[in-house]
């Protein structure tokens, strides 16, 4: 399954949660939303959204700094 994240496409080889995307790439801590094709999807919802082929996200994290 491809996938476009943060602009940069990633394979994965089963169809996968957000949640589970996260995991894979050692962030689901670090995740402050994702919008799935410019749709957020809600945090509460993440352990059972599963994008689509081809599907764009976007994972934003906040970052401290000053």
Same mark, same amino acid.
């Given at each position: 399954?491809?996938?476009?994240?943060?602009?940069?496409? +990633?394979?994965? %080889?089963?169809?996968?949660? #957000?949640?589970?995307?996260?995991? !894979? /790439? @050692? &962030?689901?801590?670090?995740?402050?939303?994702?919008?799935?094709?410019?749709?957020?999807? +809600?945090?509460? %919802?993440?352990?059972?959204? #599963?994008?689509?082929?081809?599907? !764009? /996200? @976007? &994972?934003?994290?906040?970052?401290?700094?000053?």
């Amino acid at each position: 399954m491809k996938l476009i994240i943060n602009g940069v496409e +990633k394979e994965f %080889e089963t169809p996968l949660t #957000i949640l589970e995307i996260l995991k !894979k /790439l @050692e &962030i689901e801590d670090k995740a402050m939303a994702v919008a799935v094709n410019m749709e957020i999807v +809600k945090k509460d %919802e993440w352990n059972k959204f #599963i994008p689509k082929e081809n599907d !764009k /996200l @976007e &994972i934003l994290q906040f970052v401290g700094g000053g």
